[in-house]
T-cell receptor, first 113, second 117 residues
Framework: AQTVTQSQPEMSVQEAETVTLSCTYDTSESNYYLFWYKQPPSRQMILVIRQEAYKQQNATENRFSVNFQKAAKSFSLKISDSQLGDTAMYFCAFTNRDDKIIFGKGTRLHILP | DGGITQSPKYLFRKEGQNVTLSCEQNLNHDAMYWYRQDPGQGLRLIYYSQIVNDFQKGDIAEGYSVSREKKESFPLTVTSAQKNPTAFYLC????????????????FGQGTRLTVV
């Protein structure tokens, strides 16, 4: 069975700093997608970034980038120049061809002024 | 506007009663999902459906039931057999792999907060 593990329940960083959120997963599949979702206090889930397992190049979306290590089954999210609006729960997620989407338990990120 | 709509936003249920949460999407997505969110537990999959008239149990299906009679709709019933139903429930939809493409993003509704009183 696929699993997603986020080892950091909560983190705090100062505004403008860089922060990295960790995620590991377990699967025997060769092709799959990995995602980072953001859930702000409004509780609306927002896709931050996605990565296809077949692509070696790490995905980047503005201040958000990932470090995808397929052999290690690691998928960390780096937020550069953090902003107060980045304060949220962040969920790592996995899906493959069975369409089941599995989420980790989340990391609560606080950006401090 | 295309999107996914959950209703109601807040729901109160008396112990022993069944209650149905609504989820509708107009994104033409084949796949739909129900998740339960509790503090410290992340999103746990209750049921998902890849196509009309078919659905699969997720990790915590006990005490819940679903139907998928229409592509646009995936209602979730919380039955009296669910021991701890108070939670935040999220519905999502996405393309399904049988379309020939990988599932590249799930779109979420605003959620329903269910409280047992």
């Amino acid at each position: 069975a696929q699993t997603v593990t986020q080892s950091q329940p909560e983190m705090s960083v100062q505004e403008a700093e860089t922060v990295t959120l960790s995620c590991t997963y377990d699967t025997s599949e060769s092709n799959y997608y990995l995602f980072w979702y953001k859930q702000p206090p409004s509780r609306q889930m927002i896709l931050v970034i996605r990565q296809e397992a077949y692509k070696q190049q790490n995905a980047t979306e503005n201040r958000f980038s990932v470090n995808f290590q397929k052999a290690a089954k690691s998928f960390s999210l780096k937020i550069s120049d953090s902003q107060l609006g980045d304060t949220a729960m962040y969920f790592c997620a996995f899906t493959n061809r069975d369409d089941k989407i599995i989420f980790g338990k989340g990391t609560r990120l606080h950006i401090l002024p | 506007d295309g999107g996914i709509t959950q209703s109601p936003k807040y729901l109160f249920r008396k112990e022993g009663q069944n209650v149905t949460l609504s989820c509708e999407q107009n994104l033409n997505h084949d796949a739909m999902y129900w998740y339960r969110q509790d503090p410290g537990q992340g999103l746990r999959l209750i049921y998902y459906s890849q196509i009309v008239n078919d659905f699969q149990k997720g990790d915590i299906a006990e005490g819940y039931s679903v139907s998928r009679e229409k592509k646009e709709s995936f209602p979730l019933t919380v039955t009296s057999a669910q021991k701890n139903p108070t939670a935040f429930y999220l519905c999502a939809s996405s393309i399904a792999s049988h379309s020939g493409r990988m599932n590249t993003e799930a779109f979420f509704g605003q959620g329903t907060r269910l409280t047992v009183v």
